[in-house]
Nanobody
């Protein structure tokens, strides 16, 4: 099974930037989606940004224009560059992956993903 380990979360002030990383191992998918999700206690896990093995990406409205998802195809590491952070971005951020079985846009629906990391905490203060 794919193993995902996130890092890079920390406490920052509003307007600041962070880069989250996700190290992937035992990655056997040829056609896949990978994504970043976030969750605050009591709320549903929210898709932030996703990409697929064809190079397409997809962003939540809350992330578009501020966040950028990228991948190192050599080792399937996943990154999320977050700029102009806001207090509403405070959450546990999770990396996810799944084998893709269609050519639809990379999904931001958490039900679609089979492999998850343990999360990294991002806290943004005003």
């Amino acid at each position: 099974r794919v193993q995902l380990i996130e890092s890079g979360g920390e406490s920052v002030q509003a307007g600041g930037s962070l880069r989250l990383s996700c190290a992937a191992s035992r990655f056997t998918y040829v056609k896949y989606n990978m994504a970043w999700f976030r969750q605050v206690p009591g709320k549903t896990r929210e898709g932030v940004a996703a990409l697929d093995s064809d190079g397409s990406d997809n962003y939540a409205d809350s992330a578009r224009g501020r966040f950028t998802i990228t991948q190192d195809r050599a080792d399937h590491s996943l990154y999320l560059q977050m700029n102009n952070l806001k207090p509403d971005d405070t959450a546990m951020y999770y990396c996810a992956a799944t084998e893709a079985t269609n050519d639809l846009a990379p999904s931001l629906d958490h039900y679609f993903y089979s492999d998850w990391g343990q999360g990294t905490q991002v806290s943004v203060s005003s």
